[in-house]
T-cell receptor, first 107, second 112 residues
Framework: RKEVEQDPGPFNVPEGATVAFNCTYSNSASQSFFWYRQDCRKEPKLLMSVYSSGNEDGRFTAQLNRASQYISLLIRDSKLSDSATYLCVVNDPKLVFGAGTILRVKS | DAMVIQNPRYQVTQFGKPVTLSCSQTLNHNVMYWYQQKSSQAPKLLFHYYDKDFNNEADTPDNFQSRRPNTSFCFLDIRSPGLGDAAMYLC???????????FGPGTRLTVT
């Protein structure tokens, strides 16, 4: 089993839609969880850290489910500018990147 | 203001010709990382420095070396680039291990 797994997508959604991605991890002792966004041919940029209680930043909500060993990212009211690859990152014990989920938001 | 800077942004080198990529940071972070990323793949960690301590990944080829002369700068040396080394090379920093990492814009390496 891979340390961090993501559905590669692509997720094709219309503007205004709500979309959710999950990311599963294999190490039950993991303590650090992040979501990054990466645009084509650019560097990854930190989107959110994921806290055990869940956290929200505007249209973005991240949640952690330790029992099932996954983290999720929910994007509400999708914008065209949300189109990107979303990378899940988990410590195992070093930080390990998932291969990413591609989101395409269309008008 | 840029916090993690990489130079050059684009580098073309010939097969077997040594090349050095540079990274600098203004965040005063303890940890600096080098990643290799190929198209549609996750960033692959090559090595990292925790302060002056060098930590190599087990599967990083010997062809890849690194130097960190001070807190702010870190270099990636590719001694004899092969065609398979063409990729985006990303530098990142973090305050400590397992904290969020901040990436530079990357250097895209082409090997001819």
């Amino acid at each position: 089993r891979k340390e961090v797994e993501q559905d590669p997508g692509p997720f094709n959604v219309p503007e205004g839609a709500t979309v959710a991605f999950n990311c599963t991890y294999s190490n039950s002792a993991s303590q650090s969880f992040f979501w990054y966004r990466q645009d084509c041919r650019k560097e990854p940029k930190l989107l959110m850290s994921v806290y055990s209680s869940g956290n929200e930043d505007g249209r973005f909500t991240a949640q952690l489910n330790r029992a099932s060993q996954y983290i999720s990212l929910l994007i509400r009211d999708s914008k065209l500018s949300d189109s990107a690859t979303y990378l899940c990152v988990v410590n195992d014990p070093k930080l390990v990147f998932g291969a990413g989920t591609i989101l395409r938001v269309k008008s | 203001d840029a916090m993690v800077i990489q130079n050059p942004r684009y580098q073309v080198t010939q097969f077997g010709k040594p090349v050095t990529l540079s990274c600098s940071q203004t965040l005063n972070h303890n940890v600096m990382y080098w990643y290799q990323q190929k198209s549609s793949q996750a960033p692959k960690l090559l090595f990292h420095y925790y302060d002056k301590d060098f930590n190599n990944e087990a599967d990083t080829p010997d062809n890849f070396q690194s130097r960190r002369p001070n807190t702010s700068f870190c270099f990636l040396d590719i001694r004899s680039p092969g065609l398979g080394d063409a990729a985006m090379y990303l530098c990142a920093t973090s305050r400590d291990r397992n904290y969020e990492q901040y990436f530079g814009p990357g250097t895209r390496l082409t090997v001819t």
